[in-house]
C-alpha cells in the first residue's frame, strides 16, 4: 500500500516493477487502475466522482460513523463540490436546490421537509443544536456556507435520538478542519444587490494538534419587490462569522473544542398609519449568536467509546423602531436565549456486528425578552439507547428509544426502528417507523406580546386569561370570540412516521433512488383569535386543535454519461392535509362561494390542503467538465409548483383557485475552473429567466455573481 499525504501527492518506491498495475481508490470516487510506468510520467491523476457517493461517512444518522450504503434510514449527502456548483453565498441558496427541501419566507429564511415546517426541523452544526428562532424559523441566512465540508440531510423522525424538535427531519452542517501542516484561503464572492462575501481560514497541524480558524464577512443593499410600498422585502445588512476548532488527539483521546461568533446589522423603513396621518419609521436590527461546544473522547480499548459533549450558547436580538421626524421612540423589542446541555454517550461493541449506544444528557433553556413579563426557564433530562445489528450480510437493523423528562410538559417517550434487506449488490431496500414529539416553547406558552404599529396582541396559552381580562378592564375588548378558560396548558406536539424506500444502483454510472413518507401529527399547535378589539384587530393566542398528515414520495436518477457529463433529475409529490378540515368537509360545514357569488359547500376536490405547500417541485441538474480548458459547467432548473398564499374568501382554507400562487422554474448556471497553481475562478448566475413571484419574498429575481478561491498556502509553495 502506498500512502498518500492529505494533499493527495505521494512516493512511488524505486524498486516495484514498471510492469505492475496499482488500483488508486479515494472515499467518493470510482477506484482507477493504472500501469506502474504510466503513473510515473504524470503529474496529476483525476478520479471520477462515484455517481450517488454511497461510500460518504454519515454522523447524523445514527449518531455514530455509519457508510452511508448500510443505513436504514433516508439520508442524502450534499458535498463540497455540489455546494459550490450552486454558487451559493449563505445556507439556503444551497437547499433551496436540493430534492424534497422547500425554502420559504417565514421570519427569515425558512425551510420546509416533507410538508413540514422550520420548526419540526433540527439544525446541527459539526453536530451541535442551533439555538435561536423566530416565531420557530431558524433563519438559513445566518450561516454562511465557504466553510462548510458537508451537509448531511436525514428525512424522517429523529427524536428518538435527538429529542424535540427533529419530528421532521434533521440538516446536519459539517464544517471544515485542518488537514494539512499548514493551510491559508482566501475566498472573494461579488453578486448582484451589492452583495458581497468575503472570508480567509487558517489550518495548522502539528504532532496531535490541528488548529482551524476562519472568519467571514457578508454585505447585502436587499432587493425590494414592492417599490411602491415604503421599506425593503429584503432588509439591507451586514453579517461576521468567526469559527475556531481546537483539537488533540491520540491513541485513545480525542479532545476538540470548537467555537463560533456570529454577528448581523440591519436596517430598513416602515409606514405607521395614526388616525388619518401616515408617519415614517427607521427600523435598526441587530442580531448576536455564540456557541462554544467542548467534546472528550475517550478509547480505552477497541470495545468502548465514551464521548462527553457540551454545548453552550447565547442568541440575542434587539430591534429598535424610530419615528423618522423627530427619532422618538415607537417600539423596542429585546431577545436573549441561553441554552446549555451536557450529554455523555457510551458506546459499547457487543460483538463484530452490534453496536449498542447509551447517552444520558441534561438541558437548561432561559429566555429573557421585552415580550415576556419575566425571565423564564425549562429545565430537561434524557436518555436514548440505540442498537445496531447486522444480522446477516444482507440484514442491517437499527432501533432506538428515547426518554425526556421535561420541567414544562413532563415526560416523552420517543421509539424508531429502521431496517435494510440487501436483495443484492444492486439493489436495497430500506424502511423506518418512528415516533416524534415538539414541546411547546416559550412564545406559545408565555409570550405577552402588543405591535405597536399594527395594534394587535398575542398572549401565551399560560397568560391568555389575565391577558384578556385585563383587556376588558380597560375597555378594549368589542366581542369575545373563543372563550379563554378552554386554553391553558398545551400538550407536546406529537408525530408517527413511515419512511420507506430504496437505493437502486442500475449500473456503476446510473443511481437510482426512492423514499415513500407518511407523517400524522397529532395536538398541532395553531395560532387562534380569542377577542375583537374594540380598535378592529384581533387578540390570539394557542391551542392543540389540528390533526395533520402528509405523505408523498421523493425520487432521485444520477446518470453519469461520460466521464465529463453527468444528469441528475429529481422530483417530490406531496400531499398536505389537515384531517380536521376534511372531518369538516365530509360533515358539509364548511361552504364557499362560486362564480355566480351563491353559496355552496366545499367539497373534497376543492380543498388544496396546507398552505404554503406545492405539490409537485422538482430539478433537473446537467454538469459538464470541458476536456480542454477543465472547465465546470452546472445547469440546473429548480421547480417549485403552485402553493397556496393566504385565505381570499374568507372560510379559512385554501380552496379558491384565485388563493394559489403560480409555480415557476428557476435556471441557474455556474461555471468554475482550478488553474495549475491551485487559484479557483467562478462565473454565473440564479434565476437567469428573472421569473417572479410577489408571494415568495425569498425570490429576489436574477442574479449575477463572480468569485475567487485563492489558495495562499499553495502559492507560496510553488514560489
Do not use: C
Amino acid at each position: 500500500m502506498i500512502k498518500v499525504s492529505a494533499d493527495g501527492s505521494f512516493e512511488l518506491p524505486d524498486h516495484l516493477d514498471p510492469a505492475s498495475w496499482v488500483e488508486i481508490t479515494a472515499m467518493g470516487y470510482d477506484p482507477l487502475k493504472v500501469q506502474l510506468k504510466d503513473l510515473r510520467s504524470v503529474s496529476a491523476i483525476n478520479l471520477n466522482e462515484r455517481v450517488g457517493q454511497l461510500n460518504e461517512i454519515v454522523v447524523s444518522a445514527t449518531r455514530t460513523d455509519r457508510s452511508l450504503e448500510n443505513l436504514p434510514m433516508p439520508v442524502t449527502i450534499i458535498g463540497k463540490s455540489q455546494i459550490q456548483e450552486t454558487g451559493g453565498m449563505r445556507l439556503s441558496e444551497v437547499l433551496r436546490e436540493q430534492t424534497g427541501l422547500q425554502v420559504i419566507a417565514d421570519h427569515g429564511a425558512g425551510l420546509q421537509m416533507q410538508g413540514l415546517s422550520s420548526d419540526y426541523i433540527l439544525i446541527l452544526l459539526d453536530g451541535e443544536p442551533l439555538v435561536g428562532r423566530t416565531a420557530g424559523t431558524f433563519d438559513l441566512d445566518r450561516l454562511a456556507v465557504s466553510n462548510i465540508e458537508r451537509i448531511e440531510v436525514l428525512r424522517g423522525p429523529s427524536s428518538a435520538i435527538y429529542g424535540s424538535e427533529a419530528m421532521a427531519g434533521v440538516i446536519n452542517i459539517i464544517t471544515k478542519s485542518s488537514q494539512h501542516v499548514v493551510s491559508a484561503n482566501l475566498d472573494a464572492r461579488f453578486r448582484s444587490f451589492n452583495t458581497s462575501d468575503v472570508s480567509a481560514d487558517l489550518g495548522l497541524t502539528k504532532s496531535d494538534w490541528s488548529v482551524y480558524a476562519y472568519i467571514n464577512h457578508y454585505a447585502t443593499d436587499g432587493f425590494d419587490l414592492t417599490p411602491e410600498v415604503v421599506g425593503m422585502t429584503q432588509s439591507p445588512f451586514q453579517a461576521n462569522t468567526g469559527q475556531v476548532k481546537i483539537g488533540r488527539k491520540s491513541n485513545k483521546w480525542d479532545i476538540k473544542v470548537y467555537s463560533r461568533l456570529y454577528r448581523e446589522n440591519s436596517t430598513n423603513a416602515m409606514e405607521v398609519r395614526e388616525g388619518s396621518n401616515q408617519r415614517l419609521v427607521d427600523m435598526q436590527g441587530q442580531r448576536n449568536d455564540l456557541n462554544l461546544n467542548p467534546t472528550v473522547s475517550f478509547r480505552p480499548n477497541e470495545h468502548w467509546l465514551l464521548t462527553l459533549r457540551t454545548m453552550s450558547s447565547v442568541f440575542e436580538t434587539e430591534m429598535l423602531s424610530l419615528f423618522q421626524e423627530d427619532d422618538s421612540l415607537l417600539d423596542r423589542q429585546d431577545f436573549r436565549q441561553q441554552y446549555h446541555r451536557s450529554e455523555l454517550q457510551i458506546d459499547h461493541q457487543l460483538a463484530k456486528k452490534q453496536l449498542l449506544t447509551l447517552g444520558l444528557g441534561h438541558l437548561i433553556e432561559s429566555v429573557d425578552a421585552t415580550r415576556y413579563d419575566d425571565k423564564n426557564r425549562f429545565d430537561a433530562g434524557y436518555m436514548f439507547l440505540q442498537h445496531q445489528w447486522d444480522p446477516t450480510e444482507k440484514w442491517n437493523l437499527v432501533s432506538g428509544i428515547r426518554a425526556d423528562i421535561h420541567s414544562q410538559y413532563g415526560r416523552q417517550v420517543s421509539p424508531k426502528v429502521s431496517a435494510m434487506y440487501a436483495f443484492n449488490g444492486k439493489f436495497r431496500w430500506q424502511a423506518s417507523i418512528g415516533a416524534g414529539f415538539k414541546a411547546p416553547d416559550f412564545r406559545q406558552l408565555l409570550l405577552n406580546f402588543n405591535n405597536a404599529s399594527s395594534g394587535y396582541y398575542v398572549f401565551g396559552a399560560n397568560l391568555v386569561q389575565d391577558g384578556i381580562q385585563r383587556l376588558q378592564s380597560q375597555g378594549l375588548v368589542q366581542q369575545i370570540l373563543l372563550e379563554p378558560g378552554q386554553f391553558g396548558a398545551l400538550e407536546a406536539e406529537t408525530s408517527r412516521a413511515v419512511n420507506t424506500g430504496f437505493r437502486w444502483n442500475i449500473h456503476k454510472d446510473l443511481l437510482f433512488t426512492g423514499n415513500f413518507f407518511l407523517n400524522h401529527i397529532t395536538n398541532l399547535i395553531e395560532t387562534a383569535p380569542v377577542a375583537r378589539l374594540t380598535s378592529g384587530q384581533n387578540a390570539f393566542s394557542y391551542l392543540n386543535v389540528a390533526s395533520v398528515v402528509t405523505r408523498g414520495l421523493e425520487v432521485d436518477w444520477n446518470y453519469r454519461l461520460s466521464a465529463s457529463l453527468q444528469l441528475s433529475l429529481g422530483y417530490m409529490f406531496l400531499d398536505a392535509q389537515d384531517l380536521d378540515v376534511v372531518a369538516k368537509i365530509s360533515n358539509g360545514e364548511l361552504f364557499t362561494r362560486d362564480a355566480q357569488n351563491r353559496t355552496r359547500r366545499v367539497t373534497r376536490a376543492d380543498y388544496g390542503g396546507l398552505f404554503n405547500r406545492s405539490r409537485h417541485s422538482g430539478n433537473i441538474k446537467v454538469n459538464y467538465r470541458e476536456q480542454h480548458t477543465d472547465i465546470h459547467v452546472a445547469l440546473r432548473g429548480i421547480y417549485r409548483g403552485r402553493f397556496g398564499f393566504g385565505d381570499l374568501n374568507g372560510n379559512m382554507i385554501l380552496d379558491d383557485p384565485s388563493e394559489y400562487a403560480r409555480g415557476l422554474t428557476a435556471w441557474n448556471i455556474t461555471l468554475h475552473k482550478t488553474l495549475s497553481n491551485g487559484l479557483t475562478l467562478e462565473l454565473g448566475g440564479t434565476n437567469l429567466l428573472n421569473q417572479l413571484n410577489t408571494f415568495d419574498p425569498t425570490n429576489p429575481g436574477r442574479t449575477l455573481f463572480a468569485g475567487a478561491r485563492i489558495p495562499l498556502h499553495q502559492l507560496v509553495k510553488n514560489n
